[in-house]
């Protein structure tokens, strides 16, 4: 018994040991790919370009990870950033930066006692206060609007599964562009510091091409971003390439069918309008969902769910034994699963609406996501008689939101500002003056102006709905929207796999937040399983049902 006990206590004993050096290791680690970043962005000579600073990163950081001591990696570090050249006094820097800007600035890790010297401290404060004010080869901004792009950085496109020092290279420029230009850092939930050390094993480590893959999706996730859409091969591979032929929305932890791929495979699988699934092999789809989620990028639960499309019933098999519900019995059968290519599938013509009419009552109903800006004018005088108009943005708009906000305010109206990257001080964000919507309109529109909105509304979709909900007559009804608005920036890992992040800042006039948030409805109102069954629109009927009642 005793000598179980020590091999036990031994046990424990090497794992804790183990797991202490893996977390020392991934503080080195992550401290050298913050101070990498920083001279990235912020030293005049590195700003140039005429270093291969990639090559500093996977050279360097071997270096750094064979250091031990305290002074041996701060003496390395000075070496480093005297070796780049002198750095003059800038007569142009603005350190007197308010704290209304500096909600996504986070340099206090410079001055950080455990972990850098003083002399070192000194070099990278002097560093901050006389930073780079040219042109930066490493990030460039969109003329007027201001979000970031990264023409210039080395796609390496054979890096399918590369080195452990190039895996590390792909994490840290990631993290540094998130770091320093998303607009919405302080937002993600979590502390982007933990979530550098926590991911540096994960890249470190990756065992093979899908585990790499995995640890780049799980990244992008981290950033709660719902335009950060990450997708290779090799994610396909995990997830499954074999797809039920059927389309669904989870509700209650439910998958129901609210749509057909390929009417004849679903007729083969005996799959109808409404099935409601339970399980899919023997885990519950609430499982299913937590044991993705972590690899599932949005900025709220609500479009997490939506963007779980590949995940529930895809699979590497040919099929799978699923539990299901149908008119109150719950049975177990099995469905099969096809490459999604076979199902001939066109988004064309699926749930087809009527661009623009008027319903029983005097109802206008307008379908923004099919309405052309050629249209706009005809189709709302049109309906300008009517008692009220239901715009419809449970989709994507097509830039016709000026037009539609003249129709509707007497007035000029302001409804939304920005916030975008300064150049001059990476991390720190300025403000926009408010935009506006609407002009001087001596006949608006008189009647009531009812939004639909839910997950499926994003980015532009969102922007509109600011606009329109300066009407004087207005309420929005539906759900929470996907809640990532703003101009997107493309960002590239090794191997050319790219994603986005949401690059400018989008406010309200008042400062009222709508990332992660969303546009919030007046009046919530979901779909039910049961409805969905029904093919009724509840929302639409909601809609219908408040202007009735006014």
């Known amino acids: 018994m005793k000598k179980a006990i020590s091999i036990i206590t031994l046990v424990l004993f090497s794992f804790s040991t183990y797991s202490q050096t893996t977390a020392q290791e991934s503080e080195k680690i992550a401290t050298f790919c913050k101070v990498w970043g920083f001279l990235k962005y912020y030293h005049p000579t590195v700003a140039k370009g005429k270093l291969d600073w990639d090559n500093e990163f996977t050279t360097r950081i071997k270096v750094v990870s064979a250091l031990n001591t305290k002074q041996e990696i701060n003496d390395y570090y000075s070496e480093w950033i005297n070796s780049l050249g002198k750095v003059n006094a800038c007569k142009k ?88 230009f998303f607009p919405y850092k302080y937002r993600i939930g979590q502390s982007w510091d933990e979530v550098l050390v926590d991911m540096i094993p994960k890249f470190k480590d990756a065992s093979d091409t899908i585990a790499y893959h995995l ?21 396909n591979q995990y997830f499954g390439e074999r797809w039920a032929p059927f389309r669904f929305k989870i509700i209650d932890n439910k998958a129901i ?65 699923v539990t299901f519900e149908r008119n109150g019995v719950i049975g177990e059968k099995t469905l099969y699963r096809y490459p999604f290519k076979d199902f001939a599938f066109s988004w064309s013509g699926v749930d087809k609406k009527d661009t623009c009419k008027i319903l029983e009552g005097n109802i206008g109903y307008v379908d923004l996501g099919l309405l052309q800006p050629k249209q706009t004018e005809a189709y709302l005088n049109k309906l300008k008689n009517t008692k009220a108009i239901i715009f419809d943005v449970r989709n994507y708009p097509n830039g016709t939101m000026y037009n539609i906000a003249y129709f509707l305010n007497p007035d000029k109206k302001p409804f939304a500002k920005f916030t975008y990257p300064d150049m001059s001080y990476p991390g720190v964000f300025q403000y926009t003056a408010p935009y506006s919507c609407g002009a001087k309109n001596d006949s608006p529109y008189a009647g009531k102006v009812v939004l639909l909105f839910n997950e499926t509304s994003q980015s532009h979709a969102e922007f509109t709905l600011m606009a329109l909900q300066t009407a004087p007559n207005v309420i929005g009804v539906g759900s929470q929207t996907a809640g990532a608005d703003g101009n997107v920036s493309l960002i590239t890992f090794p191997g050319n796999y790219q994603t986005y992040m949401t690059g400018i800042g989008v406010y309200y006039p008042d400062g009222k937040e709508t990332q992660r948030i969303g546009i919030v409805p007046d009046v919530e109102v979901k779909p039910t399983i049961e409805g969905l069954r029904l093919k009724r629109d509840e929302v639409l009927e909601k809609a219908i049902e408040i202007i009735y009642e006014n």
């Open 93 to 180: 820097c603005n350190n007197e930066i308010p704290d209304s800007l500096q909600f996504n600035l986070d340099l206090a890790w410079l001055s950080d006692s455990t972990v850098f010297t003083q002399t070192l401290i000194d070099q990278l404060q002097f560093i901050q206060h006389n930073r780079n004010q040219d042109d930066n080869y490493y990030v460039q901004q969109y003329k007027f609007v201001g979000n970031t792009k990264y023409d210039n950085e080395k796609p390496y496109v054979d890096s399918i599964y590369p080195s452990y020092e190039m895996r590390l290279l792909g994490l840290s420029r990631y993290w540094n562009i998130i770091n320093y």
């Open 215 to 235: 640890a780049m999706l799980e990244l992008t996730a981290k950033i709660h971003d719902s335009h950060a859409a990450f997708n290779t091969k090799y994610t």
């Open 257 to 321: 069918v609210t749509g057909f791929y390929n009417d004849s495979l679903c007729k083969i699988n005996d799959i109808q309008y409404g099935d409601v699934f339970l399980k899919v092999g023997n885990a519950t789809i609430e499982d299913i969902i937590k044991e993705n989620s972590t690899y599932i990028g949005a900025s709220n639960e609500a479009t997490k769910l939506r963007n779980m499309y590949y995940v529930i019933f895809n699979g590497k098999t040919d099929s799978v034994t």
